[in-house]
């Protein structure tokens, strides 16, 4: 039946995003074995980090990348800080090096930077077909009239530098005032500081169209940058 289903809907081209963890690159087999090209977009390290983000402890962390199938990333149980759920995607990420998965079934791949897309081409991604598309968000015009108003819009977690952001409202005048919208591991974190800070709002998650008003009316935008910090030995 799903056989049957699959021959009958025959797409011009299949995009990837985020498959994990509802789906597996058995959907890339799948469509190349019908001759559909597939597009990729690589949002994040998935592929090769098991972790996501190059990030360990406080620091970067790129030992997976060095080996064929990650064992580094189960014995710090990297993903959900759980050796087993962890061993689950880091047999994904291992299977699919051996079985050249990402140079045999892709067509194109998309990279949010030229960072991102060196980082894939030195862990064996053909350079060839990768593309940078960095990821956008709509004009929202010249800074409004907020005085020190920043934002943040981002997940709550450590490799967004929330903390970092949180202990630098700590150093800021008393004119300065930050609003945080988004959710995460660090939401308790975050809460915590707003109550003890009265210039921190943590506003939680919003729709769309709101976070963009507040964008455009704060001073300042902040934002980090996924991969674009190195280690400093």
Known sequence: MVEAERK??????????????LGSPSVHWAARELGI?????????????????????????????AWKFPLPSILHGCYRESRFQ????????????????WQRKVSVF?????FAKQKFV???FPESRIIVKPNFVHDTGPPGDGGESFICVARLTVE???RTLLRAMDLTGPQASLDIVGEGPLESEVQAAAARNPRIRYLGVLPHRRALELIGKAKCLVFRQNGMRRSVE
């Open 86 to 101: 962890t061993a689950a995607v880091a047999l994904m990420v291992g299977t699919h090096r051996v079985a050249r998965t």
């Open 122 to 124: 030195e862990g064996g």
């Open 37 to 65: 090209p597939v597009v990729q977009t690589l949002h994040n390290y998935r592929l090769l980090c098991p972790g996501t983000y190059f990030y360990r402890d406080g620091r970067v962390c790129e030992d997976c990348t």
């Open 110 to 114: 998309v990279a949010v930077s030229e």
């Open 8 to 21: 009958k809907w025959r797409p011009d081209i299949l995009d990837v995003h985020s498959f994990f963890p």
């Open 160 to 162: 967004k530098g929330i």
